[in-house]
């Protein structure tokens, strides 16, 4: 009988892949039993993983789908005219109507409503981050009576719904005399947004170094100083996060605006335009002209998000990382 061949002496095995002492099988051979090696590759776990990626990678796509098709639908039929748009729903536009954007901008007023949005959505987003990031600030880094009571009262303001404070809310503001005005808009969208502001950013505080802080005290800095300065800055991921966050929901409120803006129509918001559009365009048939006013009204919205998309993902993951 030949002499056993040492599995090491085999031609193009390497190092790594020589077999442990007091094992002759090399790295993924089965023994008589139908066993492997468990330093080989190919690996019962290795194949669930693959299948598990597959999937999800796939459930990712469908809905990704889901999410993006309606959109570029509605923006392709923006640029398409009545006849193309039920002649062919989901063929390219044969050329840019671009007349389309324009007689909804003018003829529809949405330019009007646009720009009333913009103030009222802009000067709400201000106040909400000011205001909440100082609320935010002083429950999280400071101890005083009834400081959980606070917190507790914002968190439970999230699960109160909106809709039950309609009808006090606008007797409250009529008899303020805030009815049909940005100024009154923007305290309502002020107070609508505060609850979850407070309750993102107080979490965020926690987070922030507390040594950091204590040295810009002792280097002589005031409270007010420290948190605009020093700690602020700091929680600009946070800032950013909670930020988009309120404006996509100021910006596609419509039950506010509709039970409190219902005087005059100079000073509707985006959403009642768009819904008023809606309701006009259908009786004429220009439904070129409504998919865009669809689309000015999405757009900056997507504009936001694609913008700021990496600061949204840092600010949700910067408590899980500290």
Do not use: C
């Amino acid at each position: 009988m030949s002499a056993q061949t040492d599995p090491a002496d085999l031609p193009g095995v390497t190092k790594e892949q020589r077999p442990s002492p007091g094992s002759s099988r090399l790295p993924g051979q089965r023994d008589g039993q139908g066993r492997t090696d468990g330093t080989g590759s190919g690996g019962d776990g290795g194949g669930e993983g693959k299948v598990l990626n597959v999937f999800s990678h796939g459930v990712l796509v469908i809905w990704g789908l889901l999410v993006t098709m309606p959109l570029l639908w509605a923006v392709l039929n923006s640029f398409k005219d009545d006849g193309e748009i039920f002649g062919s729903p989901w063929g390219l536009p044969s050329a840019l109507h671009f007349d389309n954007w324009s007689r909804a901008w003018d003829k529809a007023s949405m330019g009007q409503y646009f720009l009333n949005s913009l103030i009222v959505v802009g000067g709400s987003l201000i106040g909400t981050m000011l205001l909440g990031a100082m609320a935010a600030y002083v429950l999280a880094r400071f101890d005083f009576p009834g400081n959980r009571f606070l917190y507790f009262l914002f968190v439970g303001g999230m699960g109160f719904p909106v809709i039950l404070a309609l009808v006090p809310l606008f007797f409250v503001m009529k008899n303020m005399a805030l009815l049909d005005s940005y100024h009154g808009l923007i305290l309502v969208y002020i107070a609508y947004s505060l609850p979850f502001t407070v309750f993102f950013l107080s979490g965020f505080f926690r987070t922030l170094p507390t040594s950091v802080a204590e040295a810009a005290l002792i280097d002589g800095a005031s409270h007010t100083r420290t948190f605009f300065q020093v700690m602020l800055p700091m929680a600009k991921p946070g800032l950013i996060s909670v930020g988009i966050f309120n404006f996509l929901g100021q910006w596609n409120q419509y039950l506010l605006p509709t039970v409190l803006n219902v005087g005059e129509p100079d000073k509707k918001m985006l959403t009642q335009g768009l819904v008023a559009l809606a309701v006009s365009q259908g009786y004429k048939g220009d439904w070129s002209g409504l998919f865009a006013g669809l689309t000015i009204a999405m757009l900056p919205v997507l504009a936001a998000y694609i913008v700021f998309q990496r600061q949204v993902v840092a600010g949700l993951t910067a408590g899980a990382l500290k």
